[in-house]
């Protein structure tokens, strides 16, 4: 239902641009979240983005980071900016209120 992509090796600060979309209508309505999951550690929220489109990031990110929204394209983007190593991990999109995620695209920041 979800197919997220955009992932791959970049330099410190680099950037990439990550996309979530989904078949059918399971965007209409809902918020949308990206989480990411290094490993050891806990899935966390990145950001996300309501129904009208309004952002919230989590504070490792804000100023780096900018999540968006096309409803008629039923797809969810992450710009990341200004990567650090520390955000390595695997990324996941995630729709509020369904059972439904990505199935996770890879994020490594290394020189």
């Known amino acids: 239902q979800l197919q997220a992509c955009g992932g791959g090796l970049v330099q410190p600060g680099g950037s990439l641009r990550l996309s979530c979309s989904a078949s059918g209508s399971i965007f209409s309505g809902n918020g949308l979240g990206w989480y990411r999951q290094a490993p050891g550690k806990q899935r966390e929220l990145v950001a996300s983005i309501t129904s009208g489109g309004s952002p919230n990031y989590a504070d490792f990110v804000k100023g780096r980071f900018t999540i968006s929204r096309d409803n008629a394209k039923n797809t969810v983007y992450l710009q990341m900016n200004s990567l650090k190593p520390e955000d390595t991990a695997v990324y996941y999109c995630?729709?509020?209120?369904?059972?439904?995620w990505g199935q996770g695209t890879e994020v490594t920041v290394s020189s």
């Open positions: 995630r729709v509020f209120g369904t059972i439904y």
